[in-house]
């Protein structure tokens, strides 16, 4: 059995079995990506030293609305406590190629560096919520 590639990725990282080596690596990098297409930003996942300049990088993209993006991960490459998660990622009108890094803190991964451009995404709209329906009374009125 040989897992599908990507012409820019490689190997395609098998999300749904993945290897225990490198799978919560791969959860952290999706929880990004949904966090993103709400609009927030996860802080925690960041590895402490950099928190506060990938919070504000991430906050910057996200002043206009949430984005999204399919994202595909390559084959996860790591060495000791390190991982390297290529990723592409497209939508109808922009490609972006790049890598997220993590390292492994106390049994946990942190992104450490963020190397893939997310400032071109298309920003996702939101549908407004429908006005509240009018209370009908059910009550015979009294004369």
């Known amino acids: 059995m040989s897992l599908p590639d990507d012409d820019t990725l490689g190997v395609l990282a098998d999300i749904r079995t993945p290897d225990p080596a ?7 990098c999706d ?3 949904q966090a993103l297409s709400k609009g927030t930003v996860l802080t925690e996942v960041f590895y402490e030293p950099v928190r506060l300049p990938l919070t504000i990088s991430f906050n910057s993209i996200l002043e206009t609305g949430p984005r999204r993006a399919e994202y595909r991960s390559g084959l996860p490459v790591r060495k000791g406590k390190r991982i390297t998660v290529p990723v592409l990622l497209t939508n109808s009108s922009k490609e972006a190629f790049g890598h997220i890094y993590l390292l492994l803190v106390e049994k946990n991964w942190y992104i450490e560096q963020w190397a893939l451009d997310i400032s071109g995404l298309p920003v996702l709209e939101i549908p407004k919520e429908a006005p509240p329906e009018p209370e009908i009374s059910t009550e015979t009125p009294k004369e």
């Open 22 to 28: 490198w799978a919560s690596a791969l959860k952290i």
């Open 31 to 33: 929880t990004v990506f």
